[in-house]
């Protein structure tokens, strides 16, 4: 496995680090916490087994895909222009092929073991690759509320494979993720300001300024964690665990009060932080709940 | 400052810690208790993790005086209204008193000594109630004896926030590279001593 810094030099390397294993991994984590949320049976290795490999390739394959995509404006900023598709480590053609059929053995296994949970999936998918990335990610800054959907898509395909049916909770969990995910991209736009005005992509500071994207960050970050404090109360999270959510989400509130009214390049950095904190907080409360 | 791996390390177990407390560690108890211990047992949670993210520095921070008040004026409420049921009234009118004074006298420009006093009169009382109720209690068997380590990390606490809020107030009684080095010891060995009286008490 490559660390951010070092270039793989093995293919599976290569390709291993196209697939973002930190960012799949959580994504993956939220697709098994929708599941065991559903109070099903979390024991069946089979079930989780299966529902770990098909989301794990589905995820893994839009992540290579996307790099596929945007390899040229990638090459442009610092923080990506070691990727191998910027380096042109790997030829365009093997990451699209690698890329397309990692996705389609992910979508496919996912069908076969339950439709509803495959077209989830297959949703999460295609709004990545082709709804952000393709079609939005060079027109518009707005084009993160894509990609966030697409976020919360494996959690609540998880919670789909565990109940066979959409639910209210299912879906308070996925805008919790949604909600979630602008802290991370809008600190990164910020942090990476100029990177992405070099490569063309246009972004919330961009396009609104620094002080509208930390309204936007501190507002959606309080959001986020009033969806996941209602899908724990949904959920019927038991009220230990619910006061300490709520703990946490003060946390999140007195952060998100503080880049608002007196922002600072540490509070927004700690905030970005203390929300990655805060989502796996909740997902484990999640997993505790039902075991 | 950096933070040592001890330290980080001593951080991640006081926010376990105060996470076990929050979500396990007071069921059972009446509404206020319950209340005032999730308040007090939050800021210590929230405090260690933002140490952990942000580094010992956050400590230099103008809120932390205030911040420094609600664990002992929190914890000294619940533990007042569980087993000083004569005194609690006067104890919650004090517990909002004494925070609104603290918060006032740091809020605002004040040239003379009052909110040095203010501090000392609220982290005083508070602090003696933790310190000196369980350990009294326990010992009249009110508790089981184990109790009174909540009382030996009320004296910590007691301790701590004191060195904090006078080095903020611009009259340290310790350096601050000291206390930012053991601080989160003594934050661990507190919140270690009041879960493990609560658990065992």
Known sequence: MSTRDSVPTSKFAMFWSLTKPSQSGLLLATGLAGYMSARGPVFNLSAILQLSISLFLAIAGSTILNMWWDRDIDAKMGRTQKRVTSKGLVSDKEVLQVGSLISVIGIGWAIALDPLYGLVVFAGWFFDVVVYSMWLKRRT????????????MPILAGRVLGLGAVDWIGLMLALGILLWIPTHTLTFSMKFQKDYADAGVPTFPSTYGLAATRATIGISSVLAAAAMVAAGVGIGMDWGFLRLLGVLSAGLLMLAIAITFKPTERVNFGLFKYASVYMLAAMILVVLEVI | ??????????????????????????????????????????VILIAALLIFILGIDVLDSPIVVIVSTIIPLSLAAGLVWQHLASLRTWYLVFTIIGFLAVT?????????????????????????????????????????????LVGVGGALIGVGGLLLSFLKTGRPIVSRDTIMKFFPAMLFLTTALFVAGFKFG
Not at chain 1, 141 to 152: E, P, R, T
Not at chain 2, 8 to 26: D, H, K, M, N, P
Not at chain 2, 127 to 148: D, H
Request: proline share 4%.
């Open chain 1, 141 to 152: 800054c707005w084009s993160i509320v894509w990609g966030g959907i697409s976020g919360a």
């Open chain 2, 1 to 42: 400052m950096k933070l040592s791996s001890l330290n980080r390390t001593l951080l991640l177990f006081t926010v376990l810690l105060a996470s076990y407390q929050v979500s396990a560690g007071i069921d059972g108890f009446t509404a206020l208790p319950i209340t005032a211990y999730t308040i007090a047992f939050g």
């Open chain 2, 104 to 148: 006032l006298t740091r809020s605002i420009q004040i040239q003379n000594k009052l909110p040095v006093i203010i501090l000392a009169i609220t982290h005083g009382i508070a602090g003696m109630t933790i310190f000196l109720l369980p350990i009294i209690i326990a010992s009249q068997g009110e508790t089981k004896p184990l109790f009174a």
